[in-house]
């Protein structure tokens, strides 16, 4: 038989669906376990968004749609940013795509080619990573430290630009850390793409979700309209992973590129989810505000109680719904041994920090998409299984 094509191997992938997989076999055995290892809001998709969705369906919307999305979503879109992040933004260059994730995936493709260079966040979304080595560039971490609260240094970034930079993908609210950058960082680094004639792909993803200060899109700066790729959907601030449903702003030279790339894969985005696209942004559920509210109280709850935990120390995220503690301090090995003993001896499924890039040794994600019962629950066990490790033999 003859080999599959060598950029296979270049290809990674989401540790969280392995772990998940894992977790779902040790559930099957009979093992209670607690999920916090996926990056999913636990609230359903507002009653609003369901309705519209079917009510669509019941329409006969199950055909084709443009490749580029229907006129009434990308301008639903259009009005969204421009009252949620002052951007004002040609509905014309608003892409809807299955998930946000193929946003990335045709944006990379369309931009990289062998030779080129492009810096991405260390820990950060592993498929980042992953698309531009597909793509054929040399992918350039920018280490994200725990010492600046997950922030870049931006002397480090600026040092890591050479002439073979072609791109800087960044993501605020940040996974897993978190982070957020603030309105300065945003000014200095789109002074740094416009001086270094460079790409940004800014995932915004989880723009909505934001406790301590205030989001600022690459968009809003002066002259990144030109050189802005802005990804964001509707799977974390609307709970509508399912739905499959993202979209992105495109300079306008990548709109005609994209668009092809979309007709040589996917077609379209169903038709259905695209109406239901439109009443979450419209409409803007109550929900929302309700999911929020309840974000934030967990997110108080686990930070507070895994501070409280001899050997784990955590930073408070300022939005996303992830925390990001450091598990040095318990002494049982690298992230990756901490976060197989946690789900095989406390049962609690959490990820290594090293499912994020090696800069995030030291560390585990818990995403805390659960209910606050559960996250008691699950921070307790991880207590109890600490205080257990620490006590045992060292030669266990």
């Not at 003993?341 to 920090?353: D, M, T, Y």
């Not at 805390?368 to 033999?393: D, T, V």
């Amino acid at each position: 038989m003859r080999a599959l094509a060598g950029r296979l191997d270049r290809l990674g992938t989401e540790t969280a669906f392995e772990v998940l997989a894992k977790a779902r076999a040790l559930e099957a055995q009979g093992r209670s376990i607690i999920h916090l290892e996926i990056g999913e809001p636990d609230f359903d998709s507002p009653a609003a968004v369901v309705e519209a969705g079917i009510a669509a369906l019941r329409r006969g919307e199950t055909h084709y749609t443009g490749s580029t999305g229907i006129p009434e979503l990308r301008g639903t879109i259009a009005t969204y940013l421009a009252t949620s992040r002052g951007l004002a933004v040609d509905p014309a260059q608003i892409i809807v795509t299955p998930g946000a994730k193929p946003i990335m995936f045709y944006a990379l493709l369309a931009l990289l080619e062998d030779g080129d260079e492009a810096i991405y966040p260390d820990p950060g979304f592993p498929i980042y990573s992953s698309m531009i080595a597909f793509a054929g560039a040399r992918g350039v971490p920018l280490p994200l430290r725990e010492a600046n609260d997950f922030a870049p240094d931006l002397d480090e970034l600026r040092s890591l630009v050479t002439d073979r930079t072609k791109l800087i993908v960044l993501n605020s609210p940040h996974n897993p850390t978190g982070g957020m950058l603030g309105a300065e960082a945003v000014r200095e680094i789109a002074r740094l793409a416009r001086a270094r004639d460079l790409w940004l792909l800014s995932d915004e993803i989880y723009a909505e979700i934001v406790y301590d200060g205030t989001h600022r899109s690459f968009l809003a700066e002066d002259g990144m309209d030109e050189r802005t790729i802005l990804l964001d959907g509707f799977s974390k601030t609307f709970a509508m992973t399912g739905w499959r449903l993202g979209y992105g702003v495109f300079p306008w030279p990548l709109v005609e590129p994209v668009t092809k790339l979309i007709s040589n894969s996917v077609s379209c985005t169903a038709a259905f989810t695209q109406h239901a696209g439109i009443a979450a942004l419209a409409q803007r559920p109550p929900e929302l505000d309700t999911m929020l509210a309840a974000f934030r109280e967990r997110r108080d709850s686990v930070v507070a109680s895994l501070n409280a935990i001899d050997g784990i120390t955590c930073r408070e995220p300022h939005g996303a719904f992830y925390v990001f503690p450091n598990i040095t301090g318990l002494g049982q090995g690298d992230s990756a041994t901490v976060a197989e003993r946690i789900l095989q001896e406390a049962g609690v499924a959490v990820l290594a920090g090293t499912c994020f890039g090696p800069a995030g040794e030291g560390h585990v994600r818990l995403s805390y998409a659960n209910s606050l019962p559960n996250l008691r629950q699950a921070i307790e066990r991880i207590g109890e299984w600490s205080r257990s490790a620490r006590s045992a033999p060292v030669n266990r």
